[in-house]
């Protein structure tokens, strides 16, 4: 799966949220300064070509939808992420944001919970 830039995936986080959506859609949704329309739009054509939305017109409008699912993107991210910044190791990981007391003990307590409730449904 292609990386997003970082406009990409503001426009994309979007797309997520509403699910089916017009380029005016999107923009009302960003937040102020809000990037041009045509900015907007050339985005969108972007996510098309790397296949990351399709798209359909309706009318005279283009209308589009998220054709990756978020939650495959963001474990293909986080994965990229931990391979380029933690030698590939989660733990590592965890360890650095907790180190960085990013994460506080009841966190990890709450994360070790949820692994442990994860290993128990398979």
């Known amino acids: 799966m292609e990386k997003l830039t970082r406009q990409e995936e503001e426009v994309m986080q979007q797309v997520w949220r509403l699910g089916t959506c017009t380029v005016k ?10 990037p041009p329309y045509t900015t907007v739009a050339s985005v969108m054509q972007n996510l098309k070509r790397k296949l990351f939305v399709s798209q359909r017109q309706q009318g005279k ?10 939650s495959d993107y963001k474990r293909g991210f986080m994965s990229g992420f931990v391979r380029d910044y933690f030698r590939g190791s989660f ?22 919970q949820e692994i442990e409730s994860h290993a128990t449904e398979k």
């Open 61 to 70: 409008t283009y209308v589009y939808e998220p054709a990756v699912d978020e």
């Open 25 to 34: 859609e999107v923009l009302a949704q960003m937040a102020e300064p809000r």
């Open 91 to 112: 733990r590592d990981m965890v360890s650095f944001f907790a180190r960085e007391e990013k994460l506080s003990p009841k966190d990890l307590k709450d994360i070790i």
